[in-house]
């Protein structure tokens, strides 16, 4: 062998010291870095300081090191601060790295429930074994005794899922009083002959609605709607008072709701909502008489209108039927939705979707932003809605929302709630004080605004001819015009939720 071989044989042999010399340091410093993150996220966590175990948990995560105790910790600390949704992905990595542990599953299932994603937890629920499901059926945080039984002699109940989980009932009351409106704006001139509409005096509405579980995965809901509007049919004719007629729609409404979850997060959800209404309407009939002029100078014939009003019941059923995806993932909730209606012999549908942001992690603050298209024969057009909510206090909470667009003939999507009146609704906003009066036994106010627009019909002086049964004189033909004004209808509704 060659001196130069030698050098070569010396060389590599050194590089190769090197190397493992410097690889066992490398490892030697990762494992005093892993044991000082260890303790600074045991000592923040045993001090109760929720921000520090996080913020230092996150930065051992991001340089690679992933240990059980640094993901429990983390997931106790979001949960302490109310994040239940990334408390829920913290347990979840907890078990990825010990599959068996208990103290991970109880935590993770109500982190899940806690987070508004009870489907997820009641599927991860069946995947558990045997000591993960007790320590959930029978609260682990009170109870750890069961830990050191003989597995093979635990019993595990099935959870039990409610037929019946919730009752809610609600009543609304409405005093629009936009008679003023109408009387005011009605022309009152030579050139109109007579004019006529319809205005709200008072609306009342009934809301009852229950619903529950049909299985783990599978959810029903049933609701029922009744709303009465009382208004008069106001007729105005030239140079003479008006008259007013008693009108009301009374009207009926059934939704249902069948929605099926997977173990995800995901939710595929289809409503049908079927609706009567009985309106008691009033029909103008009316003529145009001419008599000749006593002046002997005028040529022009003074047109007299001669009308009445016949009542008349409306009968008829509309429907609606919807379906939408949804997805319950980290913070935020995700929703795509359309629905098909026939609706006053139109035959609309819309499509849409939502996104839901959780900066908490559950639903003491939430902001929503909604956007869908509508479309029916007559018009195109996109509606926005924009909700949020907070927790005032353990027991209070505020939610709020403001939608803009017309809503004549749309539905709330998910919800009984179809705009199907004669009235263009062109805004809505509402504000909602919900407080727990016991537990499980809550009482609400809401208090709702709409914007309106309503029609309103009348004769508009067209042209003059010439008579042709008396000579000389000229008689005024009219023809009909519609226009539109303006009111505010505010509701008040007061409800009561029973969860059982």
């Not at 599953?105 to 899940?112: I, W």
């Not at 959800?269 to 008691?280: F, G, V």
């Not at 016949?310 to 929703?335: A, T």
Request: hydrophobic share 35%; no cysteine.
């Amino acid at each position: 062998m060659t001196k130069y071989n030698y050098k070569i044989i010396f060389l590599f042999f050194s590089f190769l010291f090197l190397g493992l010399h410097a690889q066992s340091q490398n490892n030697e410093f990762q494992k005093k870095e892993k044991a000082i993150y260890d303790s600074l996220t045991f000592h923040y966590y045993e001090a109760g300081i929720w921000d520090s175990v996080i913020d230092i948990g996150k930065e051992a995560l991001y340089k690679g090191y992933d240990f059980y105790y640094l993901r429990m910790r983390i997931g106790l600390a979001y949960d302490y601060q109310g994040n239940f949704r990334l408390a829920e992905k913290q347990y979840k990595q907890a078990l990825k790295l010990v599959p068996p542990d208990v103290s991970a599953a109880y935590y993770k299932y109500y982190a899940a429930i806690n987070g508004g994603r009870e489907n997820v937890a009641y599927a991860d629920f069946k995947k558990y074994n045997l000591k993960q499901a007790k320590a959930i059926n029978q609260d682990y945080s009170k109870n750890t005794n069961y830990l050191f039984e003989d597995q093979q002699n635990v019993k595990v109940q099935e959870l039990k899922i409610k037929t019946f989980d919730h009752l809610y009932f609600a009543y609304g009351y409405s005093l629009t009083g936009n008679n003023n409106e109408l009387a005011n704006i009605y022309p009152n001139n030579t050139g109109i002959l007579y004019s006529q509409g319809n205005i709200r005096l008072n609306q009342s509405y009934l809301n009852f609605n229950i619903g529950g579980n049909i299985s783990s995965n599978a959810k029903w809901n049933l609701t029922y709607n009744n709303s009465r509007i009382n208004g008069v049919k106001l007729i105005q004719a030239k140079e003479a008072d008006y008259i007013s007629a008693p009108t009301s729609v009374i009207q009926n409404e059934l939704y249902t709701s069948l929605s099926l979850f997977s173990g995800d997060g995901w939710n595929i959800k289809a409503t049908a909502q079927l609706i009567h209404y009985n309106s008691n309407f009033i029909f103008v009939e009316d003529s145009i008489k001419y008599k000749i002029p006593e002046n002997t100078e005028d040529t022009l014939l003074i047109d007299s209108v001669q009308f009445g009003y016949i009542e008349e019941q409306v009968k008829g059923n509309d429907y609606v039927f919807g379906l939408s995806l949804n997805r319950k993932v980290g913070l935020f909730d995700f929703s795509i939705f359309g629905t098909y209606a026939n609706i006053l012999d139109e035959n609309p549908f819309q499509i849409g979707g939502e996104i839901t942001i959780l900066p908490k992690g559950n639903y003491t603050l939430y902001l929503t932003n909604r956007l869908f298209y509508y479309h029916d024969n007559n018009s195109d057009r996109y509606i926005y809605k924009v909700s949020a909510g907070t927790s005032i206090s353990k027991k209070m909470n505020l939610d709020a929302s403001a939608t803009f667009g017309n809503l004549q003939f749309t539905n709330e999507p998910g919800l009984a709630v179809v705009y199907n009146w004669a009235e263009k609704t062109t805004f809505k906003g509402d504000i909602v004080l919900s407080y727990q009066i016991i537990p499980k036994l809550y009482l609400s106010l809401r208090y709702q605004i709409t914007q309106k627009q309503s029609l309103y019909n009348y004769y508009q002086l067209d042209e003059i001819l010439p008579s042709t049964e008396l000579d000389g004189y000229y008689y005024a033909t009219y023809k009909e015009e519609s226009s539109f004004y303006k009111f505010n209808q505010h509701f008040v509704i007061l409800g009561l939720s029973w969860i059982l």
